[in-house]
């Protein structure tokens, strides 16, 4: 129980395209998702905390406008990358939580964002 | 050249060694611990966790111990296998639901 699953693992775009990335909890209701960004050989940096049916709270120094979070549903969550820039080229991994979990977080399998 | 920061710190054990990971948490009230275990090119997968109301948890061939007086993390991996090898992060929750994560440690194992 408790997987997540992102959609794609694996993209490649042109700068100034924008990419949208998804994720899901297969087996269960997700009140709160996660989206962290990783760069290579550093630790995972939260983005933003996506809740069910209200706007996604932003980290300081994240900006909303470039990364869009929608969490439509209690089992799907999505981050669009837009105007997607070489500079947004990173690891980006989503997680989700359940209400009966003790603030435990279950992690996607992550998604490799290329900008070309 | 090198830069501070971009290389994880490395512990190289040989298979059957006992493994120890040390991590320094930032906020003295965090109340919940994980442990992660990743894979390259993967997500983070769950070892064990612990609340603040512990100093010790044993998990299979994992041990977690506490130091909430000087605000210290340790994972302990027994009997250390070839599929050990990994990077393994702490993670403290510092309410509000979030997580903050360590700098993570790079483990290699040698057959």
């Known amino acids: 129980g408790a997987v997540v699953s992102q959609h794609p693992s694996r993209v490649i775009c042109k700068s100034g395209t924008s990419v949208k990335i998804e994720c899901r909890s297969l087996d269960f209701q997700a009140t709160t998702m996660f989206w962290y960004r990783q760069f290579p050989k550093k630790s995972l940096m939260l983005m933003a905390t996506?809740?069910?049916?209200?706007?996604?709270?932003?980290e300081q120094g994240v900006e909303k406008d470039k990364f869009l979070i929608n969490h439509a549903s209690l089992t799907l969550s999505t981050l669009t990358v837009t105007s997607a820039h070489p500079e947004d080229s990173s690891f980006y991994i989503c997680?989700?939580?359940?209400?009966?979990?003790?603030?435990?977080?279950?992690f996607g399998p992550g998604t490799r964002l290329t900008v070309l | 050249g090198e830069s501070v920061g971009l290389h994880l710190p490395t512990l190289s054990v040989q298979e059957g060694d006992n493994s120890i990971i040390n991590c320094a948490y930032s906020n003295s009230a965090s109340d919940y611990f994980i442990w992660y275990k990743q894979e390259s090119g993967k997500g983070p997968q769950f070892i064990i966790d612990i609340r603040s109301n512990m100093d010790k948890r044993q998990g299979q061939r994992v041990t977690v111990l506490l130091n909430k007086t000087v605000k210290h993390l340790s994972l302990q991996i027994a009997a250390t296998q070839p599929g050990d090898s990994a990077v393994y992060f702490c993670?403290?929750?510092?309410?509000?639901?979030?997580?903050?994560f360590g700098t993570g440690t790079r483990l290699l194992v040698s057959p």
């Open positions: 996506s809740n069910e049916g209200s706007k996604a709270t932003y």
């Open positions: 993670a403290e929750n510092t309410g509000f639901q979030k997580l903050v």
């Open positions: 997680s989700a939580m359940t209400p009966s979990s003790y603030n435990e977080q279950f």
